[in-house]
């Protein structure tokens, strides 16, 4: 039921906008949940038509003191697009969606997009010039461009050429006082960020503690608080600024555009499925592979692939009863890597269950990653009473731990007497765990806290993090100062402070210490 506030606020807003305000329950329902364990109910959400109606919406939260937050696909697992203020939702339409100022040079092209623009459009734009954006992540049917970069997305390609912000080029944003500023326009950033930015990278750069978890972790593919790894560079303000909204999460400003880098699209490619009969054995035969300079390394449980085979036609070479290996190999030297890639097998001596498998066709090299991009979407209900949930689902060592960290993590979920699917970029230490929930068991909540809890444990032993991929959220919040420790937290509440001191973008899905069940969904029935 629409309360008489809600329809004052709906009121209010339709005054100073052009889009739509949406107010009542059914309209708001698509609002209240996205891919995470979380459902909260915002006051009104707004579909903004253009840049002006954002700058009016910002300016409008302020001045009634509400919670603004920002919404694109829906597709994120950690709770970061849910308010309970306003929720901002970018609407399918010629603004949102332009692709403009193409340019290509080389083996490399820049392409300006609104933030609005699905990540699978950008890709169909950069395919007919020849190339593409390497963050390809598996929800890219129907995550936003601003979304993207808003949780530093990456993908399976990371290992060869990192996450989103390494493309990043220009970012265009709207701060919490309504400004608009284009990090590439100099005298668009307000002075005030310009001067307290460099009084915090100053600071942080004569904290030699700091600088050294930061330098220590820079290598490891990281999606976890803000990205405090710019201030170790010389970059000009703006470069800094754009650097720094990446993995926001939509806490430090709105994004409304960007200018992104794309590569060449390696037509000629390969790939190698190896098959292991044991889980740790096949992560140490990532770590071997991962360093031959491939494009991709992929894991998936054999328990992952038994759920797959209930609900997809697996081709004959991923339908085996073993723990996969998925490798890929691009470029005109595909073969000879391949050549190569047999060999680290042999002479580590690793253990396989049957033979490899060489994929050279195109479209089955295709088939291959379209059903590793469905694993998300396929196994969230593998039977009525269990359910995948989204707990532990992007967590990330040090690859070279990788093989040490699944044993551990596998005895974990012994103990809990729960069977988990693993999966994931695993040539950059990069695995997505989903527990397998009974949720005809009593206390569900307490369940999905002692696991947390108790994967966590394991993860800060090998130097991990929370979120290699996936961003900040609810889910993860109440971990960060304990995988960062305090002098970096300290810096990441400054930060937040510098580009939101009123706390009005996107609270609760950076810093929180609620219990991460906190609003959490009821509906998780086996039914």
Excluded at 14 to 22: E, F, Y
Excluded at 391 to 409: M, Q, R, S
Aim: hydrophobic share 45%.
């Amino acid at each position: 039921m629409t309360s008489d506030y809600q329809t004052l606020l709906a009121d209010k807003l339709r005054s100073r906008i052009v889009g739509r305000v949406l107010v009542d329950a059914p309209s708001l329902r698509p609002f209240m949940r996205d891919q995470s364990i979380y459902h909260i109910e915002p006051l009104v959400a707004v579909l903004p038509k253009h840049l002006d109606d954002v700058l009016q919406l910002v300016r409008f939260a302020a001045e009634e003191g509400l919670p603004l937050t920002a919404r694109g696909g829906g597709s994120g697992t950690a709770g970061s697009a849910l308010g309970e203020g306003i929720v901002m939702a970018l609407p399918h339409n010629d603004f949102w969606g332009r692709v403009s100022d193409f340019v290509a040079s080389g083996r490399q092209a820049r392409v300006q997009c609104a933030a609005g623009v699905l990540h699978n459009d950008l890709q169909r734009f950069l395919k007919q010039y020849g190339y593409f954006l390497p963050a390809d992540v598996s929800s890219a049917d129907i995550s936003r461009i601003g979304g993207n970069i808003a949780t530093k997305a990456s993908g399976p390609h990371a290992l060869k050429y990192g996450s989103i912000d390494r493309f990043l080029e220009q970012v265009v944003f709207v701060t919490d006082r309504g400004e608009l500023v284009d990090t590439v326009a100099a005298a668009s950033i307000p002075l005030r960020l310009t001067r307290q930015l460099a009084d915090l990278q100053s600071r942080i750069r004569s904290d030699a503690e700091a600088v050294q978890i930061l330098r220590r972790r820079q290598g490891l593919k990281i999606a976890s608080g803000y990205n405090l790894f710019a201030f170790l560079h010389d970059w000009s303000p703006g470069q800094l600024i754009a650097q720094l909204l990446a993995g926001s999460v939509g806490s430090l400003g709105l994004i409304t555009g960007a200018t992104l880098r794309g590569e060449i699209f390696e037509r000629q490619r390969a790939a190698v499925l190896g098959y292991f009969s044991s889980m740790v054995e096949a992560g140490r035969a990532v770590c071997a592979l991962r360093n031959l300079h491939v494009a991709a390394v992929e894991i998936i449980s054999r328990e992952t692939v038994a759920v797959l085979q209930q609900h997809a036609d697996l081709p004959a070479d991923m339908a085996m009863n073993a723990h996969l290996v998925l490798v890929e190999l691009s470029g005109p030297g595909r073969m000879e890597q391949v050549e190569r890639v047999q060999q680290a097998l042999q002479v580590g001596g690793f253990r396989m269950s049957a033979p490899l498998q060489v994929a050279r066709d195109e479209a089955e090299i295709e088939q291959l990653w379209a059903l590793r991009k469905r694993i998300l979407w396929l196994i969230r209900h593998p039977e009525p009473h269990l359910r995948a949930l989204s707990v532990v689902n992007d967590v990330g060592v040090p690859p070279e731990h990788l093989a040490e960290f699944i044993h551990d993590v596998q005895q974990v979920f012994a103990r809990h007497q729960l069977v988990a699917l693993i999966y994931g970029h695993a040539g950059s230490g990069n695995l997505h765990l989903r527990p397998l929930f009974d949720v005809t068991l009593p206390d569900l909540p307490g369940r999905i806290r002692r696991i947390a809890d108790a994967v966590y444990e394991v993860v800060f032993r090998y130097g991990g993090t929370t979120s290699a991929e996936h961003g900040m959220g609810r889910l993860r919040a109440p971990y960060l100062q304990r995988e960062w420790g305090t002098a970096l937290y300290g810096y990441m509440r400054e930060l937040k402070n510098i580009f939101d001191p009123r706390g009005m973008f996107n609270p609760g899905v950076v810093f929180n210490d609620r219990p991460i069940t906190e609003h959490m969904r009821d509906d998780f029935t086996g039914g």
